[in-house]
């Protein structure tokens, strides 16, 4: 049946209709929410190239926490920033390094939040690479022994999920066993597992004080141009032992996530990235585009395509949407 008897515009002809109608929704629960952690006493500091967005030093959680759970957002991706920085990165697996003492604290202030750490080297390294060099080039195999101490690192500080967002082969498989031999059998992997060479990662850069110094990502993260290998990365991970997988970014991958969800039985997470975010703060700056309607339009995509949950730094503001709009 076709025009005059078929009539779309019937089913949007009010408010109701269309509530009734919503294919996709968006929830609080849906969303995890990125903290930046830095040493010091009494720092709440902007981050310039992500507005609205914070440096907090251990002190200053407590506020944000209670806010976060207050709004009703269950989880929290911690990011921690280095004290020293050295040529291995050393200090990522420091038991009394900021982002193993972030995670005691907040777990202090609220044990029912999820405590999911990025685990990754390149915040912490001089050269600003995720793995460990050898000749200029990343070497994947000792890279691995790396991460499997900061992972240890995390779990034993509390964390409910570690987060490798590092793209070493292997490390979802070497991580699982080095958690389960040490006993740390509840404790989760998130695998960024289709991670993508992106230049929307460059707000985050400056936040985490984690550029490359030489050269770049390209020989670790996936080129932009691939489907089949980022089905096949995300696979991998999940064979290793991944509890959940995760495609980064998401707005220019969205096909990606649709892909993924259709050839796993996992959770899905999307990761919403910097560059996405302060796109739209400069053009909303601006006076160009309305926010809350082009994030709501953004998430609702990401859900669309598949993704079961979503880090993004609006993870606060759209639960303060959702709450009055409810
Ligand atoms: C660390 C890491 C990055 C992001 C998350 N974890 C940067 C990178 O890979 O260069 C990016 C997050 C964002 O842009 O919001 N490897």
């Known amino acids: 049946m076709s025009f005059p008897q078929r009539r779309m515009r019937r089913l949007r002809s009010s408010t109701a209709l269309r509530k009734l109608l919503q294919e996709t929704t968006l929830a609080t629960s849906d969303f995890i929410m990125p903290l930046f952690l830095v040493q010091g006493h009494d720092i709440k500091e902007k981050i310039n190239a992500m507005p609205g967005q914070y440096h907090y030093s251990l002190d200053k959680l407590e506020g944000v926490i209670h806010e976060i759970i207050s709004l009703g957002i269950k989880a929290v991706l911690l990011f921690g920033s280095a004290q020293e920085k050295d040529e291995l990165g050393s200090s990522a697996w420091d038991s009394q390094g900021i982002t193993q003492r972030g995670i005691k604290k907040i777990k202090e202030i609220a044990p029912e939040i999820v405590v999911i750490t990025d685990l990754c080297l390149c915040a912490y390294?001089?050269?600003?690479?995720?793995?460990?060099?050898?000749?200029?080039?990343?070497?994947?195999?000792?890279?691995?022994?790396?991460?499997?101490?900061?992972?240890?690192?995390?779990?034993?500080?509390?964390?409910?999920?570690?987060?490798?967002?590092?793209?070493?082969?292997?490390?979802?498989?070497?991580?699982r066993q080095v958690l389960d031999d040490s006993g740390y059998t509840a404790t989760g992997?998130?695998?960024?597992?289709?991670?993508?060479?992106?230049?929307?990662?460059?707000?985050?850069?400056?936040?985490?004080?984690?550029a490359p110094q030489f050269g770049d990502r390209q020989s670790y993260q996936m080129q932009p141009a691939n489907s089949?290998?980022?089905?096949?990365?995300?696979?991998?991970?999940?064979?290793?032992?991944?509890?959940?997988?995760?495609?980064?970014?998401?707005?220019?991958?969205?096909?990606?996530?649709?892909?993924?969800?259709?050839?796993?039985?996992?959770?899905?997470?999307?990761?919403?990235?910097?560059?996405?975010?302060?796109?739209?703060?400069?053009?909303?700056?601006?006076?160009?585009?309305?926010?809350?309607?082009?994030?709501?339009?953004?998430?609702?995509?990401?859900?669309?395509?598949?993704?079961?949950?979503?880090?993004?730094?609006?993870?606060?503001?759209?639960?303060?949407?959702?709450?009055?709009?409810?």
């Not at 992997?189 to 984690?210: L, Q």
């Open 125 to 175: 390294t001089e050269h600003g690479h995720c793995g460990v060099l050898k000749d200029h080039v990343i070497d994947n195999d000792a890279s691995l022994e790396s991460l499997c101490k900061v992972a240890i690192s995390h779990a034993q500080a509390g964390a409910d999920f570690v987060a490798p967002s590092d793209m070493m082969d292997g490390r979802v498989r070497a991580i």
């Open 228 to 326: 089949r290998e980022a089905l096949l990365e995300s696979l991998l991970d999940e064979q290793e032992g991944a509890d959940m997988l995760m495609v980064k970014p998401a707005l220019a991958y969205l096909d990606i996530v649709k892909e993924i969800r259709e050839n796993t039985l996992l959770p899905l997470v999307c990761y919403n990235v910097s560059g996405e975010y302060s796109m739209i703060k400069a053009a909303v700056e601006r006076g160009w585009i309305d926010e809350k309607k082009v994030v709501t339009e953004s998430l609702l995509g990401m859900k669309r395509a598949g993704a079961d949950l979503i880090i993004t730094y609006y993870a606060m503001d759209v639960a303060r949407w959702l709450r009055e709009d409810a």
């Open 189 to 210: 992997i998130i695998s960024y597992s289709t991670k993508f060479a992106s230049g929307f990662y460059g707000p985050f850069r400056e936040a985490a004080d984690s």
